[in-house]
């Protein structure tokens, strides 16, 4: 870390955020935690046989359990890390699902404002994003290219940073059973998929230094999952004054955020190509699965698959899926809530290192300033 310089005033998980966010020089990753057997700060972890049965892992798109590994960090209790437990050919359908269903209504998408009257994203998007990339080049971006998140079940209020009794909408069948699968692989029988936050990257996105701090419940996990190009999380303490561990994701790789480690300050300074030097990586390179396996998700069909494809040669798709309440918990009772101005969100997404460079955009979440 020796590039790294304390800037007057900087905390020190910025100053890790500042060394990864950077293109040039590009940070030395040699210190990225790789998830990986022979790691000295791994421990591996034992899933708990007959948790999950293997059809029921199986629907979702899931190996069997005694197929899985993970990991936990020394130092950091109740992080777990899931190297990429999807069958071959099986995320293609979650990808799918993040592109093509979950940002229709009744779901939330910061596109939401300039789509009124655009039709469907995915439809007005489709034909544009399959012609060659070289073709393109020239094109303007297609709102799909636009999107930057979704918010599924109780909806994130960026303004306010708070969930809200009466602003739900159903949350999908086909993700929320992946996360009770995940959640009870996991020995947390009692997860409730309630509300979930969809982040699209591109090569030069970062998500800023946060903590999720706004479910009421944080007895329950959080559980991400990445589908994509690969990104450096950054896991940190309590306060942002402990420098941050960086790690390294891959597409399909799934992190439980738990107990101890359910509230800690984390960010995702850069995206980076995964290495190998395909164009997507391996697990992504095999064809999409046609078999007709799983009553919850219909395969992913060639033509869609090519639409996600053309999408992810530059994209990171998270999927973050919470529980807001505790069993038998209910909302606070809410005085007038403050009239809301602008894009949500849309400062909390940031493609400009300069802005990171000045002292970080405007943060939307909690515990960023
Ligand atoms: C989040 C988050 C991390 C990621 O959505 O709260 O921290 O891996 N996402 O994109
Ligand atoms: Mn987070």
Partial sequence: MAAAVL????????KIFR???????????????????????LRSVQFGVGALSDAAAARVGLQPLSDWSGYNVDGFQGFLFIVNP????????????????????PNVC???????????????????LRRKSSQRRSEKKTLLEKLRW?????????????????????????LAELSRCVSLACGFPNFKAEAGILNYYHMDSSLGIHVDESELDHTSPLLSFSFGQSSIFLLGGLSRDAAPTPMMMHSGDIMVMS?????????????????????????LSVPPSTEDTSPLMEPCSPPDWEVCEAYLRSSRINVTVR??????????????????????????????????????????????D
């Fill in 7 to 14: 800037e007057q005033g900087e905390d020190a998980f910025r």
């Fill in 19 to 41: 060394l990864y966010r950077r293109r040039s020089p590009p940070a030395d990753l040699a210190e990225v935690l790789e998830f990986r057997p022979g790691e000295p700060r």
């Fill in 86 to 105: 999807f069958l071959p050919g099986w995320q293609h359908r979650w990808v799918r699902q993040c592109l093509k269903l979950y940002p229709r209504k």
């Fill in 110 to 128: 910061n596109l939401d404002l300039h789509m009124r009257g655009a039709g469907d994203l995915w439809d007005g998007s489709h034909a544009q």
């Fill in 150 to 174: 979704v918010t599924l079940g109780y909806q994130y209020d960026w303004d306010t940073k708070k969930y809200y009794k009466e602003q739900r909408s159903a949350f999908p069948v086909d």
């Fill in 259 to 283: 107990g101890a480690s359910r509230l800690l300050y984390h960010a995702v300074p850069r995206i980076l190509r995964h290495p190998g030097g395909g164009v997507l990586p391996p697990c």
């Fill in 323 to 368: 529980r807001v309440l505790e069993e038998g918990g209910n909302f606070p009772e809410e005085g007038d809530r403050a009239a809301k101005e602008g894009t949500p969100g849309d400062a909390y997404h940031t493609e400009d290192p300069e802005m990171e460079e000045r002292g970080g955009p405007k943060r939307i979440r909690p515990g960023q």
